[in-house]
């Protein structure tokens, strides 16, 4: 096998763009060739160490690396300050011409502040950019992101929503946002590319069913046309509840709830319960529900069915899909009752961990009513 130094330039820039920039740095002390081969390198990322003892140190690298990197290389740039409590400026460490190639840009203050120089926000060609916490920035006159498409901003409590809104008016492709609740709900705004929404919020149950109808109706008042996958996510936990919705027409109602054909729900005691009954209730043209569990649902918990069956169960459901499925009393009723009234339906898959239960749950589920009479039901481990 040839020596490493041998390889072209191209690849050897392509191997080092997926390893730690710490290490990128330290290849200059392998010959005198590779000596500035790391400032030409297209991804850097920095992740603060958790000691305390270190943070200068950290601060001290990131501003002399990002110094000495080479105009128009950078393409994707990371920072993660965890614990760092320090504050960091980079704005003197940057030059324009460095991020004039710049596609992605991810940042995290951690528990400090970082602040970040005004032209981030008129780079043509940024297409990711991902902000959280106490970032600090001053928005030029003009904000100018011609190929943004991905765009998360969250927990920013120094940046006010008319900033929030200037990016937002001023991102054409945006095809993707991650915002919070609390900052959403004060938007009004046409966004007529965006297809993919996340909302994040501060409950660590998950939204309950009346925070759901806050949610959609606020949603509804901005424009968005292409809007198709929406996912509500408690910012603390895994819960969340995601939807796909299918495109509006002009000759139905065009809610949120009438469009949604998918949805997956993750279980918590507290609230999956009122979720699931309401969500079928609303979702009249449902064809996919996933469900996953997060928490078990144990056999204290009482599945207490709906007094009527809801629409999608009779006439659109097709497929079901059960992650995590424990078996236990509590979650054997409420799959019981979706395989005996959902009567479209075409596969219900169980995906289970259990493997010392695996036959007795396969027992269980044969012997449950279908109303379908054309439904296969998969088990899985």
């Given at each position: 096998?040839?020596?490493?130094?041998?390889?072209?330039?191209?690849?050897?820039?392509?191997?080092?763009?997926?390893?730690?920039?710490?290490?990128?740095?330290?290849?200059?002390l392998?010959?005198k060739?590779?000596?500035?081969?790391?400032?030409?390198?297209?991804?850097?990322?920095?992740?603060?160490?958790?000691?305390?003892?270190?943070?200068?140190g950290?601060a001290?690298?990131?501003?002399?690396?990002?110094?000495?990197?080479?105009?128009?290389?950078?393409?994707?740039?990371?920072?993660?300050?965890?614990?760092?409590?320090?504050?960091?400026?980079?704005?003197?460490?940057?030059?324009?011409?460095?991020?004039?190639?710049?596609?992605?840009?991810?940042?995290?203050?951690?528990?400090?502040?970082?602040?970040?120089?005004?032209?981030?926000?008129?780079?043509?060609?940024?297409?990711?950019?991902?902000?959280?916490?106490?970032?600090?920035?001053?928005?030029p006159?003009?904000?100018?992101?011609?190929?943004?498409?991905?765009?998360?901003?969250?927990?920013?409590?120094?940046?006010?929503?008319?900033?929030?809104?200037?990016?937002l008016?001023?991102?054409?492709?945006?095809y993707?946002?991650?915002?919070e609740?609390?900052?959403?709900?004060?938007?009004?705004?046409?966004?007529?590319?965006?297809q993919?929404?996340?909302?994040?919020?501060?409950?660590?149950?998950?939204?309950?069913?009346?925070?759901?109808?806050?949610?959609?109706s606020?949603?509804?008042?901005?424009?968005?046309?292409?809007l198709?996958?929406?996912?509500?996510?408690?910012?603390?936990?895994?819960?969340?509840?995601?939807v796909?919705?299918?495109?509006?027409?002009?000759?139905?109602?065009?809610?949120?709830?009438?469009?949604?054909?998918?949805?997956?729900?993750?279980?918590?005691?507290?609230?999956?319960?009122?979720l699931?009954?309401?969500?079928?209730?609303?979702?009249m043209?449902l064809?996919?529900?996933?469900?996953?569990n997060?928490?078990?649902?144990?056999n204290?918990?009482?599945?207490?069915?709906?007094?009527?069956?809801?629409?999608?169960?009779?006439?659109?459901?097709?497929?079901?899909?059960?992650?995590?499925?424990?078996?236990?009393?509590?979650?054997?009723?409420?799959?019981?009752?979706?395989?005996?009234?959902?009567?479209?339906?075409?596969?219900?898959?169980?995906?289970?961990?259990?493997?010392?239960?695996?036959?007795?749950?396969?027992?269980?589920?044969?012997?449950?009513?279908?109303?379908?009479?054309?439904?296969?039901?998969?088990?899985?481990?």
């Open positions: 096998m040839g020596n490493i130094s041998e390889f072209p330039e191209d690849l050897l820039l392509m191997i080092l763009s997926f390893v730690p920039t710490k290490d990128i740095v330290a290849t200059s392998v010959s060739s590779w000596r500035c081969l790391w400032t030409k390198v297209s991804r850097l990322t920095y992740e603060a160490p958790y000691f305390s003892d270190k943070y200068t950290f001290r690298f990131l501003k002399e690396s990002l110094l000495s990197h080479q105009p128009h290389a950078l393409e994707t740039l990371y920072i993660n300050k965890r614990r760092c409590s320090l504050r960091i400026d980079i704005r003197p460490w940057i030059r324009t011409d460095v991020l004039c190639n710049l596609r992605e840009l991810e940042v995290d203050s951690g528990v400090g502040y970082i602040r970040l120089p005004s032209f981030l926000f008129t780079c043509k060609k940024l297409v990711v950019l991902k902000l959280k916490g106490r970032i600090v920035v001053k928005l006159s003009t904000v100018c992101l011609p190929s943004l498409k991905t765009l998360h901003l969250l927990h920013l409590t120094l940046l006010k929503t008319e900033s929030i809104h200037k990016i008016s001023n991102c054409p492709l945006l993707d946002l991650r915002l609740h609390d900052v959403m709900s004060n938007l009004h705004i046409a966004m007529p590319s965006l993919r929404l996340t909302i994040v919020t501060g409950s660590i149950f998950g939204p309950s069913s009346n925070k759901l109808d806050r949610y959609f606020h949603l509804e008042k901005i424009s968005t046309p292409s198709k996958y929406l996912n509500i996510q408690a910012w603390v936990s895994s819960v969340y509840v995601s796909r919705l299918k495109s509006p027409s002009n000759f139905e109602d065009t809610s949120i709830y009438s469009r949604i054909v998918q949805l997956e729900l993750s279980i918590r005691s507290s609230v999956f319960e009122e699931l009954i309401y969500l079928l209730k609303s979702s043209n064809l996919v529900l996933k469900i996953s997060k928490l078990t649902l144990r204290r918990w009482n599945w207490k069915p709906p007094s009527s069956v809801p629409t999608c169960l009779l006439s659109t459901l097709q497929t079901l899909e059960w992650r995590g499925y424990t078996g236990t009393c509590a979650e054997k009723e409420v799959l019981s009752y979706l395989l005996k009234h959902a009567l479209c339906l075409k596969t219900a898959k169980i995906i289970t961990e259990s493997c010392g239960l695996f036959k007795k749950m396969k027992k269980d589920l044969l012997s449950m009513p279908r109303g379908s009479t054309t439904c296969r039901i998969v088990l899985k481990q």
